[in-house]
């Protein structure tokens, strides 16, 4: 069983201005996180309209979210399994972290 994670991060970028960062954030992440890792770790992301479906996996786990991008605030909401959720807490404060640095 999953347990969701949600995090909003406030923002004065705009929609279309935070949703370009967002993107290229992801992109950046994504390299960085499978690049010396290959086949162990796998990550995808899809939009539709303002939100961004994110899957990341390995190891039979996979965690999966939602990023809504909004005119002045970002809601993410990630479904962690249930060997993380543990950990909620601290995932939390991580998304909010990296968030703020992808809006930058």
């Known amino acids: 069983m999953s347990r969701p994670v949600t995090v909003n991060i406030p923002h004065q970028l705009g929609k279309t201005e935070a949703r370009r960062r967002i993107d290229e954030g992801f992109g950046r992440m994504r390299s960085q996180i499978t690049g010396g890792?290959?086949?162990?770790?796998?990550?995808?992301e899809r939009w539709e309209g303002d939100r961004l479906h994110f899957e990341a996996g390995t190891l039979g786990q996979k965690v999966t979210g939602r990023l809504d991008v909004a005119e002045d605030a970002v809601r993410i909401e990630v479904d962690l399994p249930e060997i993380l959720a543990g950990l909620a807490e601290r995932i939390a404060g991580k998304l909010k972290n990296e968030g703020q640095k992808l809006l930058k």
């Open 37 to 44: 890792l290959g086949r162990m770790l796998t990550c995808q």
